[in-house]
């Protein structure tokens, strides 16, 4: 019985991540999707109190949702659970910009 040798890969080539793709990376539309919406500039232009009232909304709805998502992702509910994850990370964007 012959042993056949091992085959010879070529490695991964590792690229160098260059200074473009890291200021990227650090843009805040890039980080937070929601400052790219035309009407994000209205809601930051609404008064101090209003701002504090909707993000105090936001805030709420994020934590809920948060829990809402463990709660499903326990009971093996994985759709329901990604759905209100997703619900939690938009209610945190859209609550930092009213910040």
Known sequence: ????????????T??????????RSSRADVRNPILSLPSIARLQG???ATRADLCAVL????QDAQGRADDCWRRH????AAYWKAVAVYA???????R
């Open 46 to 48: 609404l008064s101090n």
């Open 14 to 23: 590792l690229v160098p991540i260059g200074s473009r793709d890291r200021s």
């Open 1 to 12: 019985m012959r042993i056949q040798p091992p085959t010879t890969r070529t490695p991964h």
């Open 59 to 62: 805030l709420d709805l994020r």
């Open 92 to 98: 945190g964007h859209l609550s930092r910009v009213l």
């Open 77 to 80: 509910k994985a759709p329901m």
